[in-house]
């Protein structure tokens, strides 16, 4: 199949550049509509398993979220469920069984709380409404919920702390929730004006009562990419990994004008010198830490020397697969709910 940047292409002229250097160096051609896209011969890379909070169970039911009866009807409903975050922090149980679960308050448990709590309606599963509910006002929520029949052993925690061990569909709830409400949280005032904005569409965009311009959720685009070479891949530590000997994919932020594949290149080329020559497409994942979706690619590399940027990366290597297997030893890799752990484990499984 033809890669995305080849497809792109056909919507406008040929010019040369990044994108251009990386489609001449394909070894075919496909014709669509007459127009010659090349092809790249495609590992066997499997990026059919969804990725950690993405699955959601839920329909968003966006069409109907400035529909105030069906809002109103929503939270009135006693089948209603309610996952609340303090913090960025998630409310999990089991952890200390190593079984970790979101914890959802029964609609009767959330009518004991404050009334004006910031909430937001997140979608329906299986026609009941699921809300999110930021306690993030007080200094003690727990004292806030001890009459909430809670689980035990519940606790507000960074939804990292499960790392890849919650159920799918929950952890794609929290992190809708975490993510929705940590943009709501630093969002309160109009960046046009500066005016005091209030929630709109069941809480989920922003409306200024001064200029009246709306504001949408933010989400960064972000590249994440496994650069690879013969049976080696280009792993790093960052300086800011919190594990010291942790190596993982390298990363970084979209830029204005430019396509997920550019930056790639560009990413790569600032942080070690590298150049790369194929860019392929794997998969995305929502990261809520605080707001990204990382879009996932494995990418060819043209040149093998290594010059790091110092500001940002602290050591980057050349790790054959062998390597990366028995990992461990010297290095340890990404954490499993991370779209990195499975660029890295995909690229080793295609072997």
Not at 224 to 248: C, E, K, P, Q
Request: aromatic share 8%.
């Amino acid at each position: 199949m033809p890669c995305l940047a080849c497809l792109a292409r056909l919507a406008k002229p040929r010019a040369r550049g990044v994108a251009s250097a990386f489609l001449a160096r394909g070894s075919a051609a496909w014709q669509v509509r007459g127009v010659p896209v090349c092809r790249f011969p495609l590992l066997p890379l499997p990026s059919h398993r969804p990725n950690p909070y993405t699955g959601s169970p839920l329909d968003r039911v966006s069409s109907r979220r400035e529909d105030a009866a069906f809002v109103a009807a929503c939270r009135a409903d006693p089948a209603a469920r309610f996952l609340p975050v303090w913090r960025g922090h998630s409310l999990l149980s089991g952890m200390a069984g190593g079984r970790p679960r979101g914890v959802f308050l029964s609609a009767a448990a959330a009518t004991e709380l404050p009334p004006d709590l910031p909430w937001a309606l997140l979608g329906l599963q299986e026609k009941a409404p699921v809300f999110a509910l930021d306690l993030s006002a007080f200094e003690d929520p727990a004292a806030l919920l001890r009459e909430a029949a809670l689980p035990a052993g519940a606790e507000f925690l960074d939804l990292r702390a499960a790392a890849g061990t919650l159920p799918a569909a929950e952890a794609a709830e929290l992190a809708h929730a975490r993510g929705l409400m940590h943009w709501r949280a630093r969002h309160q005032f109009c960046g046009v004006c500066g005016g005091l904005c209030e929630p709109q569409a069941a809480g989920n965009f922003l409306v200024c009562t001064s200029c009246h311009t709306q504001h949408f959720p933010r989400t960064d685009p972000a590249v994440i990419m496994l650069v690879h070479h013969g049976d080696f891949a280009l792993l790093a530590h960052s300086r800011r990994f919190a594990r010291r000997n942790m190596f993982s994919t390298l990363a970084g932020f979209v830029e204005p004008g430019e396509s997920a594949e550019e930056a790639v290149a560009r990413e790569v080329r600032e942080e070690t010198r590298v150049e790369v020559a194929r860019v392929r497409y794997h998969s995305s994942q929502p990261w809520p830490f605080p707001g990204s979706i990382m879009l996932g690619f494995f990418a060819e590399a043209a040149s093998q020397e290594i010059v790091i940027d110092p500001e940002e990366i602290a050591e980057a290597r050349w790790i054959s697969r062998a390597e990366i297997r028995t990992s461990g030893r010297d290095f340890s890799l990404p954490a499993p709910d991370s779209i990195a752990r499975r660029l890295i484990e995909d690229w080793v499984a295609a072997s």
